[in-house]
Structure formats: C-alpha cells, structure tokens
C-alpha cells in the first residue's frame, strides 16, 4: 500500500544550522512529492513540489530533490531561522484514482536563537 | 485569489450529537478533499468530491458523509458524535484535473466533542 516514513521529531537547532527531513515513500506508481508545513493553530501550508525524477522543489530557501531510485524526498535548508519553527509534513499523491495527499507523522521543528 | 475558508472554526459538542462543518475552495476550483487530524492518527483522507460527485473515500465510519454543491462549496456532516472524533477537520481544494497538482489547504475547523 501506499506509505510516508518520516523522521522521528523533534528535531532542535540553533538559528542558522542545516537542517535536513528525510523522506521515504511507497506510492502507487510515479507519485507526485509535497512538502507542506503546519504553524501552530493553523491549517498546512504548501513549501514545495516535484513532480518527476531528479527534479528539485524550492520555496524560501528550502529545496528536496525527487530521487526515483532511493524512493525519498528529503527536505533541506541551508540556514533556519527561529521563524521555521513549525511541523513539517511529506506527503506523495500516488499516481491512482485516489486524488488524495499520502501524509507522514510529521516532523516538529524547533529553532532556539 | 482568496484561500479555502472554513467555518466554524471552533466547535464544541457533546456525544450523540450531529454537527455540519463547511468548505469555501479557492474560486475556479473543482475539487474539495478533506482530512481528519489527530495527534494519535496524523492526518488522514476522509473524502473527495469533484463536481458534486463523491470520487473517493478513506476508512471512516457511514457517520462521517459529506456533499458539494453546484458552486463548489462543500460540507461534512458527522452524526452521532463520539469522543474520538475530536480533531481538526482541514479541507483542501485543486482544480480537479490531475495528479499533479497541488492542494491548498484551510484553515481548518477545531472539533471538541464533550
């Protein structure tokens, strides 16, 4: 079946580390890749997408590459800011007739100054 | 362009009772899914309509039904509500026309149930 593995949060940096989120999926087919992130009390932001092999998504900074052959999509950002505080969800849409978003436990982030 | 809208964004209810909640999608959008969210159970799929018709529908009980009217608005309806239904309840929209487009989520609406 269809299935996201997150990496287990949360995950604590200082303003200005690196920070990566793995990713890995099963999918029905050649599923398109989200990354969306949830601020507290809010609903879930779309970050970025990809949509084939080797492509990379990027949106404020943060990018992910479509890796076909590892099954992954792991979300990367050069630099964080105490404002990328928030919880991080990857999410496949399998390539059925399903139309629905495969969702992760989600990733907690907290950036301390 | 304006975002999904939900409403009512807090509700509290006791047991047995029903309760409606309503979806605004992003104008021109065809297609409204929504998800329950739970600290326990994350976020899962519970329906998606696409010009009024109901295209597919995750693991929930017949409790849990939904509709689209002709202006894309859509609703959920959860009868006879029980404590496990507490969560937050998001809907989505998309244009409806393929896999690769995104979802753009609401706000969502907090459900308590008493």
């Known amino acids: 079946g269809n299935s996201v593995t997150q990496m287990e949060g949360p995950v604590t940096l200082s303003e200005e580390a690196f920070l990566t989120i793995n990713c890995t999926y099963t999918?029905?087919?050649?599923?398109?890749l989200f990354w969306y992130v949830q601020y507290p009390g809010e609903g879930l932001q779309l970050l970025l997408k990809?949509?084939?092999?080797?492509d990379k998504g990027s949106n404020k900074g943060f990018e992910a590459t479509y890796r076909k052959e590892t099954t992954s999509f792991h979300l990367e950002k050069g630099s964080v800011q105490v404002s990328d505080s928030a919880v991080y969800f990857c999410?496949?849409?399998?390539?059925?007739?399903?139309?629905?978003?495969?969702f992760g436990s989600g990733t907690r982030l907290l950036v301390r100054p | 362009k304006a975002g999904v809208t939900q409403t009512p964004r807090y509700l509290i209810k006791t047991r047995g009772q029903q309760v409606t909640l309503s979806c605004s999608p992003i104008?021109?959008?065809?297609?409204v899914s929504w998800y329950q969210q739970t600290p326990g159970q994350g976020l899962q799929f519970l329906f998606e309509?696409?010009?009024?018709?109901?295209?597919n529908k995750g693991n929930f009980p017949g409790r849990f039904s939904g509709r689209q009217f002709s202006n894309s608005r859509s609703e959920m309806n959860v009868s006879t509500l029980e404590l496990g239904d507490s969560a937050l309840y998001l809907c989505?929209?998309?244009?409806?026309?393929?896999?690769?487009?995104?979802?753009?989520f609401g706000p969502g609406t907090r459900l308590t149930v008493t």
């Open positions: 989505a929209s998309s244009p409806g026309t393929g896999n690769y487009e995104e979802q753009y």
């Open positions: 999918a029905t087919g050649y599923p398109s």
């Open positions: 990809a949509t084939k092999a080797d």
């Open positions: 999410a496949p849409r399998p390539m059925d007739s399903s139309y629905k978003l495969i």
């Open positions: 104008s021109g959008h065809r297609s």
């Open positions: 309509y696409f010009s009024e018709t109901q295209r």
